[in-house]
């Protein structure tokens, strides 16, 4: 990589931010762009905060992107990078979207790959990377280099699928949690412990096929034979979420979702965030 080439992030809210802020501490250049914000990482002679997509994109030789989680407004940016910059690959930071639908209307589509990071990007070390079936090898590659040279684990999947793995995963726990709470069987506060005093605490150790493996997969028959039938299969959107979004509820950047934050409980969760996930870095 020569000295003037950089990476382009486009969109910097909350993940483009953390995305510009990991790149920028593995000494990539960084130029930035985002219609209606400004990224949180400042005072940095490597980061360039760009006025409009071609300033960011042109003569970038890897593109981020991570504007907001809607195919038409991802279609218009590929539209307009591609007017732009004619060879750079393409990484969307989607956490749900297929790449051969996000690639179905540009004019080289081989470019496009997805490169899931999760929040914050800059601690959580894992990445999922999902080419379609037209993605290019040199592009699959390109992105694998700059994940793994920033000391990213990325697990590349076979084929690509809605939600890809650890969000698949991780909304089969969420929806069997809201179905614990509506139905009176736990509060919030103890579906949370019990994640985080077992569940998350021998996961993190060994995933949920291991753990099994350690119980002993005759145990595991009888557990799925007992307990598969009766667990959560709702197939709709969630009526406890959706009621506290209306309400302007939206979680630790609203101070208020499931519960109440203040700037200290953020700024103690990204602690404990910190300790939990920190690698050494360069």
Not at 43 to 62: E, H, K, N, P, Y
Not at 117 to 146: M, W
Not at 186 to 211: H, K, N, Q, Y
Not at 250 to 259: C, D, N, P, Q, V
């Amino acid at each position: 990589m020569s000295a003037d080439q950089h990476v382009a992030v486009l969109g910097t809210g909350l993940m483009g931010s953390s995305i510009a802020t990991l790149l920028r501490k593995y000494r990539y250049p960084v130029r930035c762009f985002d219609a209606g914000s400004r990224p949180s990482v400042q005072g940095d002679s490597g980061l360039v905060i760009c006025d409009s997509i071609g300033d960011a994109v042109r003569d970038a030789f890897l593109v981020i992107e991570a504007v907001f989680e809607d195919i038409g407004v991802k279609q218009d940016v590929y539209r307009e990078v591609e007017q732009h910059n004619t060879i750079a690959p393409i990484a969307s930071n989607t956490s749900s979207l297929v790449p051969s639908l996000l690639s179905a209307a540009m004019d080289s589509p081989e470019r496009l790959v997805v490169a899931h990071f999760f929040n914050p990007a800059d601690l959580v070390p894992l990445v999922e990377l999902v080419p379609h079936p037209g993605s290019s090898a040199d592009a699959v590659e390109t992105v694998r280099c700059v994940l793994e040279s920033m000391d990213r684990t990325v697990i590349s999947l076979d084929r690509e699928c809605p939600g890809f793995v650890a969000n698949r995963l991780q909304a089969a726990i969420v929806r069997e949690a809201l179905a614990l709470v509506a139905e009176g069987i736990a509060t919030p506060e103890m579906i949370d412990t019990a994640v985080t005093s077992c569940l998350g605490a021998r996961w993190a150790v060994a995933g949920p096929l291991r753990t099994i493996d350690s119980a002993g997969l005759d145990v595991w028959q009888a557990i799925c034979a007992q307990l598969f039938p009766i667990l959560s299969a709702v197939n709709t959107r969630s009526r406890a979420i959706d009621e506290l979004v209306s309400r302007g509820r939206l979680g630790m950047k609203a101070g208020e979702g499931f519960f109440e934050y203040t700037e200290e409980d953020v700024a103690a969760h990204r602690s404990r965030l910190e300790l939990t996930l920190r690698r050494p870095t360069i």
